[in-house]
């Protein structure tokens, strides 16, 4: 039975033939090559990872700084893409680089939270929302210290969370390309203020109001605890994933 090498993704499969497509990456045979020691030699571009933003890097190097977050190169990690048989030996061996690449696997979803101080709005795009509890009905965000919206919810206590589908991913960048700080992100954009004053888009799949209960210090971000105040679903479409949107964006 041969071995082949997807050369894209790193990917083996094992049969007569290549797959009519990789399970990991979604190229056709054509993609595939006998996997041999030439074969193995032959890697596809190293992805290194933001430590604090989670944003992914294609390339032999870091980039000198996070296009997203602002971090320097020294905060990136870089991803195993190889794939193996789990074995004792496989398990033994594993350690935090190795452990980096499994976490890239954990499903996030992508949402702009936003927030309000005094008379001045500002949201972010951010993949770290989830619900905590149903009853109280309970969720939790984590925000950037660096960014201007964390300072917003600190301050306030409150904050929004609009959920994005598939066809919103200009809304990502827009909200988590560029620091609120030099622009205003929502001009030009359609929004309404909820009740407790925090802007919410238009054109979202769904969205929550939060009050903050409790803070958690995580080191370079904050953990923020809130009961769900208020909310409504816009749209039952399919939701925008990171996922989604980076092989989108590849």
């Known amino acids: 039975m041969n071995k082949w090498h997807c050369d894209v993704c790193g990917y083996i499969h094992e049969g007569e033939t290549a ?7 979604g190229v056709g045979p ?13 890697q596809p571009e190293k992805r290194w990872k933001c430590t604090v933003c989670d944003y992914v890097h294609t390339g032999d190097t870091p980039p000198d700084s996070c296009p997203l977050c602002g971090v320097s190169a020294e905060l990136f990690v870089l991803l195993l893409d190889e794939t193996i048989s789990l074995t004792r030996e496989a398990v033994a061996e594993a350690g935090m680089d190795t452990a980096n690449s499994a976490m890239d696997k954990i499903s996030y979803g992508l949402y702009i939270v936003t927030s ?3 008379n001045s709005i500002n949201g972010q795009c951010c993949n770290t929302v989830f619900q905590l509890t149903s009853k109280p009905l309970r ?7 660096r960014n201007l919206t964390h300072q ?15 066809e919103q991913t200009e809304a990502v960048r827009r909200f988590g390309y560029q620091s ?10 359609e929004y309404l203020q909820g009740q407790n004053g925090c802007p919410i888009l238009t054109n979202c799949l769904a969205y ?3 009050k903050v209960l409790q803070t958690l210090d995580v080191g370079t971000h904050t953990l923020f ?11 039952n479409e399919e939701a925008l994933t990171y996922s989604f949107y980076r092989n989108k964006k590849g």
Do not use: W
Not at 19 to 25: D, G, M, S, T
């Open 139 to 145: 969720i939790s965000i984590c925000l950037n210290k």
């Open 225 to 235: 605890i809130a009961d769900v105040t208020a909310g409504r679903m816009v749209a």
């Open 19 to 25: 797959p009519a497509e990789c399970p990991v990456c």
């Open 180 to 189: 609120g700080r030099n622009v205003d992100k929502f001009a030009g954009i």
């Open 152 to 166: 917003y919810v600190m301050d306030s206590g409150v904050f929004a969370v609009s959920m994005l589908g598939t």
């Open 116 to 118: 309000i101080k005094d």
């Open 208 to 210: 929550v109001e939060a």
């Open 30 to 42: 054509e993609e595939f090559t006998i996997f041999t020691e030439k074969a193995k030699q032959k």
